[in-house]
């Protein structure tokens, strides 16, 4: 059984920066991409970021040159640096495996950026 866990949210003031990890578990076959999403208080769920398979980055445009999407393949975990936090940037963050037609999510980790 293919399970995600998040770690690395919190509470942070503005200018600051976290790191959030997703380690997946289980056998997952030909991952075509691993993504971050988040959903603010009040919105609907947005794409954040996405590292595809052949390592290439794709940021949405409020997070570019702060934010950064990476992998370790060894450990099966893809990671988002988060740096200069702004409270727009409160939500509750999610991981998500594309592979071979399916969607794996993780529980979600939430992110409060207030001073």
């Known amino acids: 059984q293919v399970q995600l866990v998040e770690s690395g949210g919190g509470l942070v003031q503005p200018g600051e920066s976290l790191r959030l990890s997703c380690a997946a578990s289980?056998?997952?076959?030909?991952?075509?991409?691993m993504i971050w999403y988040r959903q603010p208080p009040g919105k609907q769920r947005e794409w954040v970021a996405t590292?595809?398979?052949?390592?290439?980055?794709y940021y949405t445009a409020s997070v570019k040159g702060r934010f950064t999407i990476s992998r370790d393949f060894a450990k099966n975990t893809v990671y988002l640096q988060m740096n200069s936090l702004k409270p727009e940037d409160t939500a509750v963050y999610y991981c998500?495996?594309?592979?071979?037609?399916?969607?794996?999510w993780g529980q979600g980790t939430q992110v409060t950026v207030s001073s």
């Open positions: 998500n495996i594309q592979s071979g037609g399916s969607s794996y």
């Open positions: 289980g056998v997952i076959f030909s991952i075509n991409a």
């Open positions: 590292i595809a398979r052949d390592n290439h980055t």
